[in-house]
């Protein structure tokens, strides 16, 4: 039986909950991603900030605040005030019947991958995607 373990990403982007919004948009903007998990010093997972979060918590640019200042105003503010603290993580041996199942009728963006209380991973929309690409490959290949 296929685990969370066997598809997961495990080189995770991560930030600080001290870190800048700013910080932030630029890590998702750079990375192309739009989950970030938040760590302690010791790798412990101690929230999500995703895209939506971001974007929730960004001026418009309807407001008329030039960039300069919308810039400055982002650097500001530290990702403790918009991330999300109650998550649902998952462990690395869950199978991936039951990860995708979560995704899909909870309709979360990704699942935290946590290992002996630190993050070690996650699990997102995109890497089963990649698993069906490659499941379909293979059936093609044996016709």
Known sequence: ????????????????HNESL??????????????IPIVDSQ???????THRD???????????????????????????????????TVAADLSLKEAARLLLEEK???LPVICEDKLCG??????FLRLTIDLLDAVEQED
């Open 22 to 35: 700013s910080a932030a948009k630029d890590l998702m903007d750079l990375a192309r991603i739009r989950h």
């Open 122 to 127: 996650i699990i997102t929309e995109a890497d």
């Open 54 to 88: 971001i974007l929730a918590a960004t001026i418009s640019e309807l407001a008329g605040i030039d960039r300069q200042t919308q810039d400055e105003i982002e650097s500001g503010i530290p990702i403790r005030e918009i991330m999300q603290l109650d998550v649902v």
């Open 43 to 49: 790798g412990k997972f101690t929230g999500l900030l």
């Open 1 to 16: 039986m296929f685990q969370v373990k066997d598809i997961m990403t495990k080189d995770v982007f991560t930030l600080n």
């Open 108 to 110: 979360y963006g990704c």
